[in-house]
């Protein structure tokens, strides 16, 4: 399979996860489950931009460094997505997290770690490609955020309480998928600079 097949399969999923994530999270009231949607927002469009990117790089007398642009704008796109996850997780906990219908959190949460596992699968091998690894940052970003969200929905649905996990698992992620973005920042910056001509 071609990368730009793999980045169409990829960006695919992550459409449609954003719908079920978006959906649920809303009526489930949990924030954990809105910021997964939100993060996953931000990576169909940074998978669009990546994949718009590989076919300029491939194009004759294309633009070579498209991937790596497109790698910035993703870890940007993360970066904002982080701060606001992070400013909404710190008002819940000084305020009072609302009450979280656990069930539908850890289905959806569930469905969607294994649907950002099976992109990763599909991405394969991204040494190569700031682009392509800068997807494959999100889907396993993404994966291990769902689970953690899995994780306090089956903990609130056990105690029938316990509704300001929810907001520290959002926060928690929002820290993670931050700090792997600032990572990604900087080797694309570093990536950039290196190929900039000398004057």
């Given at each position: ?49 990546s ?5 300029m ?67 394969g ?18 994966a ?47 990536d ?8």
């Amino acid at each position: 399979m071609t990368p730009e097949k793999r980045l169409g399969l990829v960006l695919v999923i992550n459409v449609v996860m954003i719908l079920g994530l978006l959906g649920v999270g809303l009526a489930a009231g949990s924030l954990g489950v809105l910021a997964s949607g939100a993060d996953y927002l931000g990576d169909a469009f940074g998978t669009g931009v990546s994949l718009a990117a590989l076919r300029m790089s491939r194009r004759p007398h294309g633009r070579p460094r498209a991937t790596s642009y497109a790698a910035l704008v993703n870890a940007s796109l993360l970066l904002i997505v982080t701060m606001a996850v992070t400013v909404e997780s710190v008002y819940r906990l000084s305020t009072g997290a609302p009450s979280i219908d656990g069930l539908p959190v850890v289905l959806v949460s569930v469905v969607a770690a294994a649907a950002m596992i099976a992109c990763a699968l599909i991405l394969g091998d991204v040494e190569h490609d700031l682009g392509m690894q800068s997807v494959m940052l999100d889907s396993v970003a993404d994966a291990a955020a769902a689970l953690g969200v899995a994780l306090s929905g089956a903990l609130i649905l056990a105690t029938g309480g316990l509704f300001w996990l929810d907001p520290v698992f959002a926060l928690v992620i929002a820290v993670v998928i931050g700090y792997h973005a600032v990572r990604l920042l900087r080797s694309v910056l570093a990536d950039l600079r290196e190929e900039s001509p000398t004057r």
